[in-house]
């Protein structure tokens, strides 16, 4: 499995400013997602990270809002810009495990989370 | 679009008794469905698979397209197994990225 480290672990922001938020992966990985999760409420997918590509971003989710870089095969920031209170939320990153075609092993691993508070 | 439902927020059952955590699902292709769990402060993580027909730690979930259903199953709880749970689909079609659609996630407490 794969081991994935995020940074900070979490935050207490100021509204109208911007967090990045790290993710590290100790293995080769083409892609990552980044998700949120907001108070009592399950993950959303905000965008795909793509090394050496744009990121794809989910319906709701704008590159302005959320930028993400990705500039290698381990690494992958998310920012969130011009905060608000409604950004609270933890925010996942996740890669996915091994599989093989055809058979649909896939899954996804995740990282500890980044637990943001917008004041 | 494909969606995930899990009707219960709260399960609440004694200890040694039977657990059944629902979730149902829409989606057009060949669903892949999974259930995640996430204990009291660790990380979120896969538990099982519909596709290897496992049972890990006591619980199984089976498949069923026709009530199009991924109900996870275990005949006697334990304390430990209080924890959030999440039904999650692989969006199979799209072969590129397989990004999971989760469900708004059950909590099981499993009192003593």
């Known amino acids: 499995s794969a081991v994935i480290s995020q940074k900070p672990s979490r935050d207490i922001c100021q509204r109208g400013t911007s967090l990045t938020i790290q993710c590290q992966v100790d293995?080769?990985?083409?892609?990552m997602f980044w998700y949120r999760q907001q108070p009592g409420q399950s993950l959303t997918l905000i965008a795909t990270a793509n090394q050496g590509s744009e990121a794809t971003y989910e319906s709701g989710f704008v590159i302005d809002k959320f930028p993400i870089s990705r500039p290698n095969l381990t690494f992958s920031t998310l920012t969130v810009s011009n905060m608000s209170p409604e950004d609270s939320s933890i925010y996942l990153c996740?890669?996915?495990?091994?599989?093989?075609w055809g058979q649909g092993q896939e899954t996804q691993y995740f990282g500890p989370g980044t637990r943001l508070l917008v004041l | 679009a494909q969606r995930v439902t899990q009707p219960e927020k709260l399960l609440s059952v004694f200890k040694g008794a039977p657990v059944e955590l629902k979730c149902n699902y829409s989606?057009?292709?060949?669903?892949?469905l999974f259930w995640y769990v996430q204990y009291s402060r660790q990380r979120l993580q896969l538990l099982l698979r519909h596709i290897s027909r496992e049972s890990i730690k006591g619980f199984t979930a089976d498949l069923n397209k026709g009530e199009t259903s991924f109900h996870l199953k275990k005949p006697f709880a334990q304390e430990e197994d209080s924890a959030m749970y999440y039904c999650a689909l692989s969006n199979t079609m799209d072969t590129g990225r397989r990004a999971l659609t989760f469900g708004s996630g059950t909590r099981l407490q499993v009192q003593p």
């Open positions: 989606y057009s292709g060949s669903p892949e």
């Open positions: 293995s080769q990985v083409t892609m």
């Open positions: 996740s890669v996915p495990s091994p599989f093989v």
